[in-house]
């Protein structure tokens, strides 16, 4: 539980368990807000002017908040935003363009993961992520920076991926369609109203000693992070 990550931080090294604690806020903040408008944006390309009636196409974080969902992500580790709706009735294509509304949400994660990754790539910080030992962790500017960026990086790899997982809501689930024929794309809408349970026991697996979700979008985040830092590091 990411609580309990807080509080071992903490009492390990108050300095990085500052530095974790802002960049945790700032880039969970930033990964779910500008993930909302991408959304919201590439639906208004398409033809579909919900988001913006409604308000979504903002990046004040009231209008994204989901009160349980992000709560979750600040204690937890897992949660969500409020979603931006989009009509699919409005859009042009509705298979295409909700697909391509869909990927824009963990594009833009992996766009901020660039962004943050370039200094590390650059060889201007080493690559420090909140998976390594930071309570040993040599306080010098270029650490602590390191850790700033890590924590951005990998949040948003985590984000972008997890996300891409084909199971409702998740973006995933809105792409597959693309690729199914009719027959098998009509089924596959069906468990829709499944997937919210569906998805909170894979979560919820590992917890009973089960492999879950994780065993599964751990080794893609884990190949990843290379591409992104260009340091080779195991993650999960």
């Known amino acids: 539980m990411l609580l309990y990550y807080y509080v071992e931080l903490l009492m390990k090294s108050p300095v990085a368990f500052v530095v974790f604690a802002g960049a945790f806020a700032c ?12 959304h919201g944006l590439v639906a208004l390309l398409r033809g ?13 974080p009231r209008a994204h908040w ?8 600040f204690i937890l580790g897992f949660g969500w935003a409020k979603p931006v709706p989009v009509n699919p009735y409005n859009l042009s294509s509705p298979v295409r363009d909700m697909a391509l509304v869909a990927l824009a949400g963990p594009s ?9 990754g370039l200094p590390i790539r650059l060889g201007i910080v080493p690559l420090v992520h909140p998976f390594t030992s930071l309570g040993y962790m040599p306080l010098g ?14 949040l948003n790899i985590i984000i ?33 109203s499944y997937g919210m349970f569906i998805l909170i026991l894979l979560i919820m ?11 599964v979008i751990g080794p893609v985040i ?11 590091t195991v993650v999960f």
């Open 27 to 38: 880039s969970l903040l930033t990964a779910l807000i500008l993930h909302e408008v991408a």
């Open 205 to 215: 697996l590992p917890w009973f000693g089960l492999p879950g979700i994780g065993s």
């Open 66 to 73: 989901d009160p349980v969902g992000t709560t979750m992500m």
């Open 160 to 192: 972008g991926v997890f996300n891409l997982v084909p199971i409702p809501p998740l973006d995933g689930s809105k792409i597959i369609p693309l690729f199914l024929p009719n027959a098998l794309r009509s089924g596959y809408e069906k468990i829709s």
């Open 48 to 60: 579909d002017q919900t988001a913006l009636v409604l308000g979504r196409l903002t990046l004040n």
């Open 141 to 154: 500017w270029e650490n602590l920076v390191g850790l700033f960026l890590g924590t951005v990086m990998l």
């Open 222 to 232: 884990s190949n990843l992070v290379p591409i992104f830092s260009g340091v080779n």
């Open 108 to 116: 833009m994660n992996f766009f901020i993961a660039i962004l943050a």
